[in-house]
C-alpha cells in the first residue's frame, strides 16, 4: 500500500504529464504481475522431438506425435477466365511502356500462387471439419418405459375428465407473473379455474378464459410442489398466495371472502394430503434402506465363505466369457455422443469465415435482348425481291441503349443493329458489292479475323447481352431509329403517318430512297424512337411482358441524351405527351440469360466459353456504364481499354467563314500524329454491315440547322501505349442533300464540302480527360496543330491557322473511359510515375517519394478497388525495393494501413482477403541487403505501435492487424519454399533477428490489449484474434518451442483479478491456438521417462489377478512437469480450472473451449481409429481432477463423502455415494432446515431449497444475479475468492460430456493404471460422476420435453407462465419415478426452434435425440462399472482390507452403487439399455 499510496500523491504534481503516464503504465503492469498465477515455461520442443527422434519413429501411433512431410506448398492455379483466350494482347507487355501499364496488364496476365496447407481444413472449429457426418443420417428409435406410461396417463387423464373429475370450478382473479414487476404492482386478470385430480392421485388447477374447458388452457398449476397457501389481504381483496417449492407463488382472488374460504379449505386439504403421502413414502424409503443395510451387512459376514464356494474355475470361465459376449454386444451399434449434442444438432455457422475467393467479375443483373423485326407501314417489293414478302423500302438503322431515368444517365453502351433484308440493304451500294465504312469492297482481300472469329460473322449480329448492377423499374430500354440523310425529319415522316395510298406512296418513297442511298449512303439522319421498362421492381425481375411504346417522331431540337430523358419522364404520363406518332412495329424481345448461353463475346469481340468455330448467329455483350459508387466497385481481372467519344453541340450559327455550312456532318479520326503524312488509325468500332474497326465514324446529320445536336456514341479501342500526340480529329462537312435526276459525276464530287476541323488530345499530365469540353474550330489544319491546344501556345506559334469565329469554343464533346489499364486518379498516376522514374535510374530527390506516397492517402476510393492488386503490389516493392530513407518503409505501410480500412469502411475487406491468398506474391528485393517483406513489415508495425501521438493509426493497425500478419505469414512461407529453406531444421529457417523482432512485436502488442481495452474494445478483440492466428500459423513455419515462449508471454500479460472482457480474450486466444491442424503432435501423447516393463499391480495392497500393462509414468495431474510437456493442452486446462471458479460468462467461455475442441477430436477423420482415440483421450486425463475438484457442484449436495467423519451407523443417504436428484420428492417436509458447510475461505454455503445447490451466503442462487449482501461488491476487476456459484444445466451436462468422452475412449489399461493411483476418496467420486452422468442424462419423457418448451415460451413471450413441477405419477416406479419428474430446466441443451410454431415433430425430434443421449450415456456407464468390477475383485478388497469393509461408506459403494444405478436405469434408460444393464447385474450377482 505505500508504494500506491507514493504513486498517487504524485498525481498531483503540475507539469509531469509524460511521467505520470509512464508511472501508470508501470503501476497497471507491476499489480498485474502480482496477480499471476505460477508460470511454467514450455518444453524445447524442437530439441526433445531431436532427442526423442528414434522413440518417436518407433511408436505405433507416430503419426500423433509427428506433422505429417510436405505439410506446405506453393501451387499455381491456372486464372479461372470467361473467354476462351486471354484478354490481354499477346504482345501486350512488350508495347507497354508506363509502369501502371505493365503492372496492369502483368496482374492481368499472371496465374494465381497460392499457399497451400495441407491439413487446413482442420484447422478451424469442429464445424469446419471436412467429415460430413457430424449428425448421424438415421437416429435410432428407442423405446422408453416413461413414454408408454405417460400415453396411459394422458389416455386415463382424458377419460377422466370426460366424466367429470372436476372437484371445484369458479371464477378466480389470477396475478399476471412477470420479474420485472414488483409485488404490489401485479395485474389480475379473471380466469375460471377447474380443480381436477389426476388419475395418479395427484391434484391439478387450470385456467380458463371462460367456462368452457374444452379451449385451451391458459395456465395450470401442479399442487403437489405447492407447500403452504396462506392469505394476503394488502395484494388484494379476498386474496391468496400459493406458495411452492421453489419459492415461486402464486397470487389468486376471489370475488367474495365466502369464496375465498371455500377454495382456502379446499386447497389445504390437499396440501395435507400430499404432505401425509410424501411422508409415508420417505418413512418407506428409509425402511428399505435400512432393509439394505441389514442385508448387505449379513452378505458381508458371509460373503468370504460364499466367494470362496463361488470361485470354481469353471464358474469363473463362465463369467469372464459371458462379460466379454456382453462387451461386444454392447458395442453393437454404438454412436458418438456428441452426435446428439445441442451445439452439433444446430450447426451454427454465423461465426465462420466464408471461403475466400479469387477475384472475379461482378455478376450484375443480366438480360438479352432479341432484335427480330422492325416494319413500318410503307412497304413494298424491293429490288429482285418480287415474289417475296414487302418490305421496308427504304433502309431503317436501330440503335438501343438503357436509360436510368431515377439517376437520370444513360448507363450502357449503344447496340447497333441491322435488321434490313439483303435487298434493302444492297440499296446502299450496290447489289454485287458491299464497301466497308473505311471504302474497302469485300472481297478484295482475305478475310480479316478478329480473335478467332471471321469478320463477316460480326458484321450482322442481332443478339445483345445488357447488364445492370443497380436495377430498379426506372430503367428503360430506349430504341433510336435513324434512315440515310435525306431531308427534313418532318418531310421524311410525312408518308409514313399520313398515307392515304400505301401502293404508290411506296413505289414513292422507294424511287427516292434508291437515288438518296446510293449518292449519301453513309449518312444518317435520325427519324424515330421508342421505349420500353425492362424490370418491375428493384429485385432485378425482369418485365417479360413489357412492350416497346409506339414510334415517336425525332424533334431536330431534341436529339440529345438529356432530352431523351426529359422525355421518357413525360413518356411515364401519357396525358402530358403530346408527341407524334409514327405508326409501325418494332419486334424486340426481353428475356433472361439462359443457362447455357453458348456463342456469346464480350464487348471487346473476344470469344466467351463456350464458343463453336465458325458460328454465325453470335451473341455480344453491351459494355454497361457502371455507377461511380464504392459499393459497386470490383478489382478489375481483364484486359479492356475502350474510349467512348460524345459530339454534343456545334454552334455555327455566327461563324463568316463559310458561305454555306447547314447540313453538317462531324467525322471522327483516332490519330496518334499531327504531321501532314499522319492518317488515322483502325480502331473505331464499326457499325453493322460495314467493317468491324474503321478509321471513322459520322455523327448523325440535322438538316439545315447550324446549330446542330449529337447523340452519337464512338467507340474507340485505345492502343496499350498512349503518349502525348494521340487525339481525336473531328472534321466538319456541310453536305449536299440536292438529288440530281441525272446523277452526274459533277455533282457526286461536290457531295461533302469541308467546313472546318477541331481536334483535342487523349493525355494532360500523362492522364486521359474525359471531362466535358469546350473546343475552337479552324478553318483549316496545318502540321503541327497539336501544338495550338491553348492561348498562350496560339499566341506563341508561328503555324499558319485560321480560327474560325475567333478562336472562340464553338464545340461541345465528352468522353468515358472503360478501361482496366488506365487511372484518371491524379495521385495514383504520379505515384507511378515517380517509380518508375527511380527503376530507370533517375536520381531521386531526399522526401520526394515520401510526398507521393503521403498524396496516396487522398486518391479515390473506386480507383484504389479498381487497381487494389496493382496498387497493393507496387506498395510492397516500395516497402522494401525503392529507397534507403528510415521514413519511407513507415509511411509506406501508414499507406496499406490507410487502404485496408478504407475497404473495411466499405464492407470490401474480402477483396483483401482474395488479393493475399490468390494475387500476392512476395518478390525478392532488388537490393542485395534490403530486407524481406515480412521482415520490414513486422519492423514497421513496432515502430508504429510505439508511436504515442498518432493513436489514430495505432488503433486502426490493432483493428486491421489481421491483414498485416496474413501478409507476413505468406511471405513467410514463400521465403520457405521458394528458397528452399522447408528443408532445414525449424530453428534455421530464419535467423535470431527475426526472432527477435516477433518477440519485439508481441510486446508492443500486449499492453493495448491488457491495458487499453476498455479505451478500444474492437481494436483489443481484433488484434487479440489476429495474433492467435498468426502464431497459430507460425506453428507450420517456424521454431514451435519459439512460438510456445511467445504464447506463454503473451498468456503471462493476462491476470485471475482481470475484467470479464480480457477473460474472454484470453480464452478465445486459446481457442484459436488450440484450433490447429497438428493440435495433437504440438501436445506430444507419449511418455517422457523410461517405461517400465509389466508387472503386477497392488492397488489397496490386494493382488490383481492378471497382468497389466501398467504405466509408471502416467501424467494425470495439472503438475508443473505435465503443463511443460504438454504445453498447450496444459495451459488450457490451467485456464479453465480457474475460470470455473469465476463468474457465469467465463465459466461458459471455458467449458465451451474445452468441449468443442473434444468435439472436434471425436469427429477428426485422421483419428478414427479407437487407439488414436484413447491416446487423445489420455491426454486430457487431468480434466477429470478438474470435475473431481468440483464435484459438490456437479452433484448438487452440501457434503461429499469423507470416510473418517461418517459414523458407523450414517444411512446411505447421508453421504456422498447415496446420490440422489438434488429435488428428493420424498423429503419436501424433512428439508425444512438449512445446512451450512465452511470452506477454507470463510465463506458458508447455504442451501437454499431443496434443490439443494451451493451458493455463497449473500448471494441468490443463479449466475450473474447481483448481490447486496455484505460478501460482495462491485468491481472492475473480479475477486481472487472462489465464487461457488452453482452450475447451470448447460455447464453441468458439457462438462460431464466430456468427461464421458474420456472414460469412454480411454483405454483399459491406462484407465485401470489411473484408478491404482488415485486416492480412494477421488476413486469413489470418480464413480459418484458416472452416477451424477446418469441423472443428468436421463430421460424425461416426451411430455416433459413439450412442457418445458412451453415454460419456455412462458418466460420469453409472455404467455402466462404455467407450473414447471410435474405431477407425482404415483405407479409401480414409485419415489424414483418423482424423483426423476421433478428436474431442473433443460432448455440450455434444448435443440427445438423456440418459437410459438413448434410442431408436434418438433418434440418428436428432441425427444429422439435425448433419448439417444440417454442410452449411450447409459451404455458408457455400463462400460465403464463392468470394467471396473472385473479390475477390483471384492474378494482381494476383504481379505486386505476387512476393516476397512466394515465402514459403512465403502462396503455400500459396491452394492448401493450399482443397485441404485439400476433402479435409474429403469425410469430413464430405453429398453435396449435395461436389456444390457440386467445381464451385466446377474453376472456381478453370480460371481459375488
Not at 144 to 162: A, N, P
Not at 677 to 699: E, H, M, Q, R
Not at 1139 to 1162: C, F, G, M, P, W
Amino acid at each position: 500500500m505505500a508504494e500506491v499510496r507514493k504513486f498517487t500523491k504524485r498525481l498531483s504534481k503540475p507539469g509531469t504529464a509524460a511521467e505520470l503516464r509512464q508511472s501508470v503504465s508501470e503501476a497497471v503492469r507491476g499489480s498485474v504481475v502480482l496477480e499471476k498465477t505460477k508460470i511454467v515455461e514450455p518444453l524445447d520442443y524442437e530439441n526433445v522431438i531431436a532427442q526423442r527422434k528414434t522413440q518417436i519413429y518407433s511408436d505405433p501411433l507416430r503419426d500423433l506425435l509427428m506433422f505429417p512431410m510436405e505439410d506446405i506448398s506453393i501451387s499455381v492455379i491456372n486464372r479461372q477466365r470467361r473467354t476462351v483466350q486471354s484478354t490481354v494482347p499477346e504482345d501486350a507487355e512488350e508495347r507497354a511502356q508506363s509502369l501502371f501499364v505493365k503492372e496492369c496488364i502483368k496482374t492481368y496476365s499472371t496465374d494465381w500462387h497460392v499457399v497451400n496447407y495441407k491439413y487446413e481444413d482442420f484447422s478451424g472449429d469442429f464445424r469446419m471439419l471436412p467429415c460430413k457426418s457430424l449428425r448421424p443420417e438415421k437416429i435410432p428409435n428407442h423405446v422408453f418405459e416413461i413414454d408408454e406410461d405417460c400415453e396411459k396417463d394422458e389416455d386415463s387423464s382424458s377419460l377422466c375428465s370426460q366424466k367429470g373429475g372436476v372437484i371445484r370450478q369458479g371464477w378466480l382473479h389470477k396475478a399476471n407473473v412477470n420479474s420485472t414487476i414488483t409485488v404490489t404492482m401485479k395485474v389480475f386478470k379473471r380466469r375460471y379455474f377447474y380443480l381436477t385430480q389426476l388419475p395418479d392421485g395427484s391434484y391439478i388447477l387450470n385456467s380458463y378464459k371462460d367456462e368452457k374447458n374444452s379451449k385451451e388452457s391458459k395456465g395450470c398449476i401442479y399442487l403437489d410442489a405447492c407447500i403452504d397457501v396462506v392469505q394476503c389481504p394488502k395484494m388484494r381483496r379476498h386474496a391468496f398466495e400459493l406458495k411452492m417449492l421453489d419459492k415461486y407463488s402464486h397470487y389468486l382472488a376471489a370475488e367474495t371472502e365466502q369464496e375465498m374460504e371455500e377454495w382456502l379449505i379446499t386447497l389445504k386439504k390437499i396440501i395435507q394430503i400430499n404432505t401425509d403421502s410424501l411422508v409415508q413414502e420417505k418413512k418407506e424409503t428409509v425402511e428399505t434402506a435400512q432393509d439394505d443395510e441389514t442385508s448387505s451387512q449379513g452378505k458381508a459376514e458371509n460373503i468370504m465363505a460364499s466367494l470362496e464356494r463361488s470361485m470354481h474355475p469353471e464358474l469363473m470361465k463362465y463369467g469372464r466369457e459371458t462379460e466379454q459376449l456382453n462387451k461386444l454386444s454392447r458395442g453393437d451399434g454404438r454412436q458418438n455422443l456428441f452426435s446428439f449434442d445441442s451445439e452439433v444438432q444446430r450447426l451454427d455457422f454465423s461465426g465462420i469465415e466464408p471461403d475466400i475467393k479469387p477475384f472475379e467479375e461482378k455478376c450484375n443483373k443480366r438480360f438479352q435482348v432479341n432484335c427480330h423485326d422492325l416494319t413500318f407501314n410503307v412497304l413494298g417489293q424491293v429490288g429482285d425481291n418480287a415474289k417475296g414478302p414487302p418490305t421496308n423500302v427504304e433502309p431503317f438503322f436501330i440503335s438501343l441503349a438503357l436509360f436510368d431515368i431515377k439517376n437520370n444517365c444513360k448507363i450502357s453502351a449503344d447496340f447497333h443493329i441491322d435488321l434490313n433484308p439483303p435487298s434493302v440493304r444492297e440499296m446502299l451500294w450496290g447489289a454485287s458489292t458491299q464497301p466497308a465504312s473505311d471504302g474497302n469492297a469485300k472481297g478484295s482481300s482475305p478475310e480479316s479475323v478478329i480473335h478467332g472469329i471471321a469478320e463477316s460473322h460480326l458484321r450482322y449480329i442481332k443478339q445483345g447481352i445488357f447488364s445492370v448492377t443497380n436495377p430498379h423499374p426506372e430503367i428503360f430500354l430506349v430504341a433510336r431509329i435513324e434512315k440515310v440523310l435525306q431531308g427534313n425529319i418532318t418531310h421524311c415522316a410525312e408518308p409514313y403517318i399520313k398515307n392515304s395510298d400505301p401502293t404508290k406512296t411506296a413505289q414513292k418513297v422507294y424511287r427516292t430512297a434508291k437515288q438518296v442511298c446510293s449518292r449519301l449512303g453513309q449518312y444518317r439522319m435520325p427519324f424515330a424512337w421508342a421505349a420500353r421498362p425492362i424490370f418491375k421492381d428493384t429485385q432485378g425481375s425482369l418485365d417479360l411482358d413489357g412492350r416497346f411504346s409506339p414510334f415517336y417522331k425525332q424533334d431536330s431540337s431534341k436529339l440529345s441524351n438529356e432530352d431523351i430523358l426529359k422525355l421518357l419522364s413525360e413518356y411515364k404520363k401519357p396525358e402530358k405527351t403530346k408527341l407524334q406518332i409514327i405508326p409501325g412495329q418494332l419486334n424486340i424481345t426481353v428475356e433472361c440469360v439462359p443457362v447455357d448461353l453458348s456463342n456469346c463475346i464480350t464487348s471487346s469481340y473476344v470469344p466467351l466459353k463456350p464458343f463453336e468455330k465458325n458460328c454465325q448467329n453470335i451473341t455480344v455483350e453491351v459494355e454497361e456504364f457502371v455507377p461511380e459508387m464504392t459499393k459497386y466497385c470490383y478489382p478489375f481481372t481483364i484486359y479492356r481499354n475502350h474510349l467512348y467519344v460524345y459530339p454534343l453541340q456545334l454552334k455555327y450559327d455566327s461563324q463568316k467563314t463559310f458561305a454555306k455550312a447547314r447540313n453538317i456532318a462531324v467525322c471522327m479520326e483516332f490519330r496518334d500524329s499531327d504531321e501532314s503524312d499522319g492518317g488515322p488509325l483502325k480502331c473505331i468500332y464499326g457499325k453493322p454491315a460495314g467493317s468491324v474497326f474503321t478509321t471513322n465514324a459520322y455523327a448523325v446529320v440535322s438538316h439545315h440547322n447550324q446549330n446542330p445536336e449529337f447523340y452519337d456514341e464512338v467507340k474507340i479501342e485505345l492502343p496499350i501505349h498512349l503518349h502525348q500526340k494521340h487525339h481525336v480529329l473531328f472534321t466538319f462537312y456541310h453536305v449536299s442533300c440536292e438529288i440530281s435526276t441525272k446523277g452526274t459525276t459533277k455533282k457526286q464530287d461536290t457531295v461533302e464540302t469541308p467546313v472546318g476541323f477541331a481536334w483535342f488530345p487523349l493525355l494532360k499530365d500523362g492522364r486521359i480527360i474525359t471531362f466535358e469540353q469546350q473546343l475552337p474550330v479552324s478553318a483549316n489544319l496545318p502540321p503541327g496543330y497539336l501544338n495550338l491546344n491553348d492561348g498562350e501556345s496560339r499566341r506563341q506559334s508561328n503555324v499558319d491557322i485560321k480560327w474560325v469565329d475567333g478562336a472562340k469554343p464553338l464545340l461541345k464533346i465528352k468522353s468515358h473511359l472503360e478501361s482496366t489499364i488506365y487511372t484518371q486518379d491524379l495521385h495514383v498516376h504520379k505515384f507511378f510515375h515517380h517509380c518508375q522514374l527511380v527503376q530507370s535510374g533517375w536520381k531521386e530527390v531526399p522526401g520526394e517519394l515520401i510526398k507521393y506516397l503521403k498524396c496516396l492517402h487522398a486518391m479515390e476510393i473506386q480507383v484504389m478497388i479498381q487497381f487494389l492488386p496493382v496498387i497493393l503490389m507496387q506498395l510492397f516493392r516500395v516497402l522494401t525495393n525503392m529507397t534507403p530513407e528510415d521514413d519511407v518503409p513507415i509511411n509506406c505501410t501508414m499507406v496499406l494501413l490507410h487502404i485496408v480500412s478504407k475497404c473495411h469502411e466499405e464492407g470490401l475487406d474480402s477483396y483483401l482477403r482474395s488479393f493475399i491468398k490468390y494475387s500476392f506474391r512476395p518478390e525478392k528485393p532488388s537490393a542485395p541487403q534490403a530486407q524481406l517483406i515480412h521482415e520490414t513489415l513486422a519492423t514497421t508495425m513496432i515502430a508504429i505501435l510505439k508511436q504515442s501521438a498518432d493513436f489514430l493509426a495505432i488503433n486502426k493497425l490493432l483493428k486491421y492487424s489481421w491483414f498485416f500478419f496474413e501478409i507476413i505469414v505468406k511471405s513467410m512461407a514463400t521465403y520457405l519454399l521458394e528458397e528452399n529453406k522447408i528443408k532445414l531444421p525449424r530453428g534455421q529457417r530464419f535467423p535470431e533477428a527475426y526472432h527477435h523482432v516477433l518477440h519485439s512485436l508481441l510486446l508492443a502488442i500486449i499492453p493495448h490489449v491488457t491495458i487499453r481495452y476498455a479505451e478500444i474494445p474492437d481494436e483489443s478483440r481484433n488484434v487479440n484474434y489476429s495474433l492467435a492466428s498468426f502464431l497459430k500459423r507460425c506453428f507450420t513455419l517456424m521454431d514451435r518451442g519459439f512460438v510456445f515462449n511467445l504464447i506463454n508471454d503473451y498468456i503471462s500479460g493476462f491476470s485471475p483479478k482481470d475484467p470479464k472482457v480480457l477473460a474472454e480474450y484470453k480464452f478465445e486466444f486459446l481457442q484459436t491456438i488450440c484450433n490447429h491442424e497438428h493440435y495433437i503432435p504440438l501436445n506430444l501423447p507419449m511418455a517422457f521417462a523410461k517405461p517400465k516393463l509389466q508387472r503386477v499391480q497392488d492397488f489397496f495392497s490386494f493382488a490383481v489377478d492378471r497382468l497389466t500393462s501398467v504405466d509408471s509414468n502416467l501424467e494425470y495431474s495439472l503438475s508443473d512437469e505435465y503443463c511443460k510437456h504438454h504445453f498447450l493442452v496444459g495451459l488450457l486446462l490451467r485456464e479453465t480450472s480457474i475460470a470455473l471458479q469465476d463468474n457465469y460468462e467465463i465459466r461458459y467461455t471455458a467449458i465451451s473451449v474445452i468441449k468443442n475442441l473434444l468435439i472436434k477430436h471425436a469427429f477428426d477423420t485422421r483419428y478414427q481409429h479407437k487407439n488414436q482415440q484413447a491416446k487423445i483421450a489420455q491426454l486430457y486425463l487431468p480434466f477429470v481432477g478438474l470435475l473431481l475438484e468440483n464435484i459438490q457442484r456437479l452433484a448438487g449436495r452440501d457434503t461429499l463423502y469423507s470416510c473418517a467423519a461418517m459414523p458407523n451407523s450414517a444411512s446411505r443417504d447421508e453421504f456422498a455415494c447415496g446420490f440422489t436428484s438434488p429435488t428428493n420428492r420424498g423429503s419436501l417436509s424433512a428439508d425444512k432446515d438449512t445446512a451450512y458447510v465452511s470452506f477454507q475461505n470463510g465463506h458458508g454455503i447455504k442451501r437454499e431449497d431443496s434443490r439443494g445447490s451451493l451458493v455463497p451466503e449473500g448471494m441468490t442462487g443463479f449466475p450473474d444475479q447481483g448481490s447486496t449482501g455484505e460478501n460482495t461488491r462491485q468491481s472492475s476487476t473480479r475477486s481472487s475468492i472462489s465464487q461457488y456459484n452453482r452450475l447451470d444445466q448447460y455447464e453441468i451436462r458439457s462438462l460431464l460430456m466430456c468427461y464421458l468422452y474420456i472414460v469412454k475412449m480411454i483405454s483399459e489399461d491406462t484407465l485401470l493404471t489411473y484408478w491404482n493411483k488415485v486416492s480412494p476418496q477421488e476413486l469413489i467420486n470418480i464413480l459418484i460422476l458416472l452416477e451424477v452422468c446418469l441423472f443428468h442424462f436421463r430421460y424425461t419423457g416426451k411430455r416433459n420435453i413439450a412442457r418445458v418448451h412451453d415454460a419456455w415460451l412462458s418466460r420469453h413471450f409472455g404467455v402466462d407462465r404455467k407450473s414447471q413441477t410435474m405431477p407425482a405419477l404415483r405407479n409401480r416406479s414409485g419415489v424414483m419415478q418423482a424423483r426423476l419428474q421433478h428436474l431442473s430446466s433443460l432448455e440450455s441443451s434444448f435443440t427445438l426452434n423456440h418459437s410459438s410454431a413448434t410442431t408436434e415433430a418438433d418434440i418428436f425430434h428432441q425427444a429422439l435425440l435425448e433419448g439417444n443421449t440417454a442410452t449411450e450415456v447409459s451404455l458408457t456407464v455400463l462400460d465403464t462399472i463392468s470394467f471396473f468390477t472385473q479390475c477390483f475383485k471384492i474378494l482381494h478388497f476383504l481379505k486386505q482390507f476387512e476393516g476397512l469393509w466394515r465402514q459403512p461408506c465403502v462396503k455400500q459403494v459396491y452394492w448401493h452403487h450399482f443397485s441404485d444405478s439400476v433402479c435409474l436405469h429403469r425410469v430413464s434408460v430405453s429398453y435396449l439399455g435395461n436389456s444390457h444393464n440386467m445381464r451385466s447385474l446377474s453376472l456381478l450377482y453370480l460371481l459375488w
